[in-house]
């Protein structure tokens, strides 16, 4: 079986395949002071609550955009799950060319992102991907990666209204009642999922004037389905679409 790793700044997503199927997921909050040791244990008890045990671990496949972490990881994986992970970094096949001016820039979740893509629906298409950052990623018909455009996540967005703000509460990301929200907790969720889907909207039009009318969407990220169920734009929503990538990934550099 093929353990996929997707180290975010806010999460941390494992995925257990089976011939090419995803067998099991996972969703941990992305530990920053976390050590290598504690990683290997976390590993093991999640395969432990599937049934399997790391004797049933064929390869590992990483994907991380959290430099710190990464060593602690790989570190993780040898120790504990007997295994040297395929890091997504330079060099390795991908089958996607990078057409950014620096290519060693483009997040590796970004670069699996792709790949998925590329495999499920071809392109042009372009990839929202709702994680601590709102990432847009534009992908030719050709399986080229342009570039895209980033900004802050819903969460992060949130959550700085709440520490900036002084009278602004901390809330739970759900539809309000009415866009117009009468009281400060329904505005606040009424700007922020609202807010959020107009941009897509917006992005989205921006980026089908470049990439073309046949151009797909595609949702990412944990707050994917909370923002495609608000919005026509989305036609596929993938919410693991990067452990798919990290799987054919590994694939490719058997």
Known sequence: MLLTIDIGNTNLTLGLYEGGKLEAHWRLATDHNRMPDEYGLQFLGVLQNVGKTLTDITGVSLASVVPPLTGRVIQA????????????DAGIKTGIKIRYEDPRAVGADRVCD?????????????????????????????????????????????????????????????????????????????????????????????????????????ATGGLAEVVAKETKVINFISPWLTLEGLRLIWELNR
């Open 77 to 88: 994986c040898r120790e504990y799950l007997k295994q040297e992970p395929l890091v997504v």
């Open 114 to 218: 792709a790949v998925a893509v590329m495999k499920l629906y071809g392109g042009p298409a372009c990839v929202v991907d709702f994680g601590t950052a709102t990432t847009f990623n534009a992908i030719t018909k050709d399986g080229e990666y342009l570039g895209g455009a980033i900004t802050a996540g819903i969460n992060l967005a949130a959550e700085a209204l709440f520490t900036r703000a002084a009278k602004l509460p901390r809330i739970d990301l759900q539809v309000p009642p009415s866009v117009i929200g009468r009281n400060t907790v329904h505005a606040m969720q009424s700007g922020l999922l609202f807010g959020y889907v107009s941009m897509v909207e917006g992005m989205v039009a921006r980026f089908r004037s470049e990439l073309g009318s046949d151009m797909k969407v595609i």
